[in-house]
T-cell receptor
Framework: EPEVTQTPSHQVTQMGQEVILRCVPI?????FYWYRQILGQKVEFLVS????????KSEIFDDQFSVERPDGSNFTLKIRSTKLEDSAMYFC????????????FGQGTRLTVV | AQTVTQSQPEMSVQEAETVTLSCTYD???????LFWYKQPPSRQMILVIR??????QNATENRFSVNFQKAAKSFSLKISDSQLGDAAMYFC?????????????FGKGTRLHILP
């Protein structure tokens, strides 16, 4: 069964460093998302992406964040200068099309900023 | 703005018993989707069940069923014959229909413990 794949599963980085979290959505899906879950808290929406551009972004998604679909298969989330409070689980999700209700989530990348 | 509220941070149930997790939401939309996601210790988000708001019939998936009360804006999850593998964090979630790529809004979650 097709699935959303995220790499790495765990990333440790020093404060101030740039990180790139990678996602491979399901191949025929058109809508892509990043969500974040700080440990013990609820899952929060970061950004949605369609037709090679951002559709919607939350207040969390400030100038330190960017997304890209560089090669038609990968979907990346970049944090330019990480802060301690960026430590969280980051989930990528994809959805097939406008009529499809279900978003499929990846297994997540645990980001630890030290 | 839409909100999702789960008032039970934790619940416990004896194995093989039935448990109901509560969820309420607030929206001014008439058409939307509701979901229950399961997050086991592996942290992956797994869709358990979904409900389209325009459907009056409650969704069921094997041992999982929902009680969807649209007027009350209530969407509870019933797990029958609870199994040890059901132990997880359960998130109630909402998504609008109107926009093509609308985000999912999650509740804070209910941690479910299964007692052997």
């Amino acid at each position: 069964e097709p699935e959303v794949t995220q790499t790495p599963s765990h990333q440790v980085t020093q404060m101030g460093q740039e990180v790139i979290l990678r996602c491979v959505p399901i191949s025929n899906h058109l809508y892509f998302y990043w969500y974040r879950q700080i440990l013990g808290q609820k899952v929060e929406f970061l950004v949605s992406f369609y037709n090679n551009e951002i559709s919607e972004k939350s207040e969390i998604f400030d100038d330190q964040f960017s997304v890209e679909r560089p090669d038609g298969s990968n979907f990346t989330l970049k944090i330019r200068s990480t802060k301690l409070e960026d430590s969280a689980m980051y989930f990528c999700a994809s959805r097939k099309d406008r009529t499809n209700t279900e978003a499929f989530f990846g297994q997540g990348t645990r980001l630890t900023v030290v | 703005a839409q909100t999702v509220t789960q008032s039970q941070p934790e619940m416990s149930v004896q194995e093989a018993e039935t448990v109901t997790l509560s969820c309420t939401y607030d929206t001014s939309e008439s058409d939307y989707y509701l979901f229950w996601y399961k997050q086991p210790p592996s942290r992956q988000m797994i869709l358990v069940i979904r409900q389209e708001a325009y459907k009056q019939q409650n969704a069921t998936e094997n041992r999982f069923s929902v009680n969807f009360q649209k007027a009350a804006k209530s969407f509870s999850l019933k797990i029958s014959d609870s199994q040890l593998g059901d132990a997880a964090m359960y998130f109630c979630a909402y998504r609008r229909v109107m926009n093509r790529d609308d985000k999912i809004i999650f509740g804070k979650g209910t941690r479910l413990h299964i007692l052997p």
